[in-house]
């Protein structure tokens, strides 16, 4: 290895079905979570005619500046003409990606077209040259533990006569019911050897990708339902009523369009209570339903996927069978489901060892958002999401429970709130369902809320009909400790989420204001912006309340307070009711908490920049160094968050809400998934601390 480069990671696997890209993207995750600039390289591309997903899905992952065509060494049919001439190429290639990285993850090749010799001693003799230790991916579908011992010898051994460094082996799509007989039967081999469950959703092809399969076309049904899987094809061959006992979750049924019966008890039976959510119905055969029967159908307005095809009933289904199910950049439930398995079964810590990875002396936001994400679990709090639904909080919530970042109760109607879960493939199984009108909490609450607000004139027949409503039941959830935290806001106002936790959990003691901090992942660091979303002019007391609780916000997520009372002028050089008001507030932080650095006022160049804080504050221990940057007002506040967030390409987690006595956190109204997972993740952080 050239001295210089950086730390490599080699996947490679002795067959074609092992799920490699699973392993590629869980090791991918454990170093994004501990190293700055995470590349991908693909030594041989699967086809030169249509893009390598599996590329295309890590690139997304990763973190360092590569793009598709950087990430790819050569073709088959390169490999085939010269193989030496095809690793010199390699070699050449990989080199100029990893200037660009700090460790880089080589993923192997896929036996689109298996070469002479073994495509595993080819790979082999790549990852030689190329300096990178081997990470071996086997596959443990239908082989006894024995037989898959037997082959990680023999690969190992294959491996050996190239002179190819194996760092661990994988076994991977392991029965469930043998994994620790796998695990057992691998012992004594001198690197680490992990087993991972076989997974049925993460080979099976959704609906869209069956459509494709059987060259079909859409009949009806809910377009955002087309990326549900498949989890089994059953051909509706029998009467309507052996048809429905043989229903189970995940079924795509396919029938001949003129079998109206079994169409109609179908498409009732998935929306009907009792009955198991579908993936879809295949009307084969080229036939449409009777016109009457059509318009029926069109009446029940079917949200479940109906797909056509001319293909006849064995066609069909051999077609479903034989499709497999890829796990893509945008199929987010299969790359939750394959990040969990890793983080369940696999010691990233040692795995980081064995690969040698240093460690960074920056923070990512991807970093940032392991970190949140490893901070929750270590201590799952309860939290609550009033908007059941909401599409948006249903998908957050699946992923939430399978990472286990916290535990779940999601506010709607049981049975609709399942079932449109179940309709988009999200289990949520674990989560507790609570109708706020038949929990059993009503009255109870009103009660409270009453007594909470008699000096308002609350009665408690408007006690009754206040607490009915989701915000204001939630806020009583975590008032009474039923619930650590409460997350809300994808559908509703911020003011709709936080009035409740004004009147009924009030703030902390010693802080009389409510604010709000974002998290601003930046490249390389990550900062607090305060207050950017609550108050909208707030007094020289209210901004020493924001710094203090900004300060501690901050530290609560691993970030050193330096607090900046940001204004137009620094030190002593302006003047004006503006600048003296951040003048005031200063003072009163500095008193009430004198332990904290805090410099103001202060102008943004001067609170970020080394080089303009030693000419403007040259003895100043934030200037140049804050990680806590408290705003005038919210227009400077929410404009700026903005622009960094534009401009710089910062990543803003929050508004996150502090001064609360329990912790309460506001989404967007355009919150991404993403955005959510990362809030509740927040808010669990937050009730740890009490």
């Given at each position: ?482 619930a650590d935290g409460m997350v809300s806001g994808a559908a509703h106002t911020t ?144 404009n700026t968050y903005k622009a960094v967030q534009r401009s710089a390409g910062a ?12 912790p309460v956190n506001d989404l967007s109204r355009g919150a991404l998934v993403a ?16």
């Amino acid at each position: 290895m050239i001295d210089h480069a950086p730390p490599v990671v080699y996947i490679a696997a002795p067959e074609g079905d092992t799920g490699k890209s699973t392993v590629a993207l869980g090791v991918l995750q454990i170093l994004c979570a501990t190293t700055a600039r995470v590349g991908v390289f693909r030594p041989i591309m699967r086809s030169a005619a249509e893009p390598d997903y599996i590329l295309e899905l890590l690139l997304e992952h990763s973190t360092a500046d590569i793009d598709y065509t950087q990430a790819v060494g050569t073709t088959y049919e390169q490999v085939h003409a010269d193989p030496d001439a095809a690793i010199s190429e390699i070699v050449m290639r990989f080199h100029e990606v990893a200037k660009m990285c700090d460790v880089v993850v080589v993923v192997g090749s896929d036996y689109t077209d298996v070469a002479s010799p073994s495509e595993l001693r080819f790979n082999a003799r790549i990852a030689v040259n190329l300096g990178a230790p081997v990470l071996l991916v086997l596959r443990g579908a239908e082989r006894t533990p024995a037989e898959v011992r037997q082959l990680a010898e023999l690969c190992a051994g294959e491996l050996a006569q190239e002179h190819a460094q194996l760092v661990a082996v994988i076994a991977n799509r392991c029965d469930p019911a043998q994994l620790e007989q796998v695990c057992v039967a691998l012992r004594g081999f001198d690197v680490p050897c992990w087993a991972l469950p076989e997974v049925p959703l993460l080979v099976a092809p959704t609906m869209a990708e069956l459509c494709t399969a059987i060259d079909g076309e859409i009949y009806s049904g809910d377009p955002e339902l087309l990326r549900r899987e498949a989890l089994q094809i059953m051909v509706g061959g029998m009467t309507a009523e052996h048809v429905l006992e043989r229903l189970d979750e995940g079924v795509v049924v396919v029938v001949p369009g003129d079998r109206s019966d079994v169409l109609l008890s179908v498409v009732n039976a998935h929306e009907a209570e009792g009955f198991p959510s579908l993936s879809g119905v295949i009307m084969n055969g080229g036939l449409r339903p009777h016109p009457a029967i059509a318009r029926l159908m069109a009446g029940l307005k079917p949200k479940l996927p109906i797909l056509t095809t001319e293909l006849d009933s064995y066609e069909t289904a051999g077609a479903a069978h034989r499709t497999r199910g890829r796990v893509v950049a945008g199929s987010l439930r299969k790359v939750d489901t394959a990040l969990a398995l890793m983080e369940e079964h696999v010691d990233a810590a040692e795995l980081l060892r064995r690969i040698e990875v240093p460690l960074a002396s920056v923070v990512t936001p991807q970093m940032f958002e392991y970190q949140l994400i490893e901070h929750a679990r270590a201590d799952r709090q309860r939290i609550v999401l009033p908007e059941g639904d909401d599409d948006r909080i249903l998908r957050a919530a699946g992923r939430v429970l399978q990472r286990k970042i916290a535990d779940l109760v999601i506010l709607g109607v049981e049975s609709v709130v399942r079932a449109r879960a179940a309709e988009l493939g999200v289990d949520i199984s674990a989560a507790e369902v609570l109708d706020p009108n038949n929990s059993g909490y009503l009255e109870e609450f009103a009660a409270e809320y009453a007594e909470l607000r008699k000096h308002k004139g609350m009665t408690l027949s408007r006690a009754r009909e206040t607490v009915s409503d989701i915000s204001y039941f939630g806020t009583m959830m975590v008032y009474k400790g039923i619930a650590d935290g409460m997350v809300s806001g994808a559908a509703h106002t911020t003011a709709h989420t936080i009035r409740p936790s004004l009147e009924i959990i009030k703030t902390v003691p010693g802080v009389s204001t409510v604010s709000s901090v974002f998290l601003m992942c930046l490249a390389d660091r990550v900062l607090a912006y305060g207050d950017c979303a609550v108050v909208p002019d707030p007094t020289s007391e209210q901004l020493a309340d924001i710094a203090i609780s900004s300060a501690a916000t901050a530290a609560r997520f691993g970030i050193e307070p330096r607090v900046a009372m940001l204004s137009y002028s620094t030190g002593e050089s302006g003047s004006g009711a503006h600048v003296d008001k951040v003048r005031i507030a200063t003072k009163l932080a500095r008193e009430r908490a004198p332990e904290l650095p805090v410099e103001g006022p202060i102008q943004y160049d001067a609170a970020i920049e080394p080089t303009v804080a030693d000419t403007k504050l040259p003895d100043s221990e934030v200037a140049g160094r804050a990680t806590v940057f408290v705003f005038p007002d919210l227009n400077t506040g929410n404009n700026t968050y903005k622009a960094v967030q534009r401009s710089a390409g910062a990543i803003a987690i929050g508004p996150v809400l502090q001064g609360l006595r329990k912790p309460v956190n506001d989404l967007s109204r355009g919150a991404l998934v993403a955005d959510i997972v990362n809030t509740v993740a927040i808010t669990a952080i937050q009730a740890q601390q009490g």
